[in-house]
């Protein structure tokens, strides 16, 4: 689900591949990293600890633009 203008859309995306999934306990989640203002890092949620290496965690919300979302409410319609 993504929160657009105070109620949530329920929608699917299609991805071309998951190399696996993790659960992180939220002591082992950081703040994203400032990357400087050339780089945009609106979409990132956090960053993930594991014992192996550091992943990023997205933001669902802030992925798709408002454009994309429209587009799949009005295909829905």
């Given at each position: 689900?993504?929160?657009r203008?105070?109620?949530p859309i329920t929608m699917g995306i299609l991805?071309?591949?998951v190399a696996e999934?993790?659960?992180l306990k939220s002591e082992r989640i950081e703040s994203a990293p400032s990357f400087?203002?050339?780089v945009d890092t609106d979409?990132?949620?956090g960053m993930g600890k594991t014992d192996q290496k550091v992943v990023m965690?997205?933001?669902i919300d802030r992925i798709l633009t408002?454009?994309?979302?429209q587009m799949v409410e009005q295909a829905r319609e």
């Open positions: 689900q993504v929160e203008e105070d109620r991805v071309d591949e999934v993790t659960d400087g203002t050339a979409f990132i949620l965690l997205l933001d408002s454009e994309q979302v």
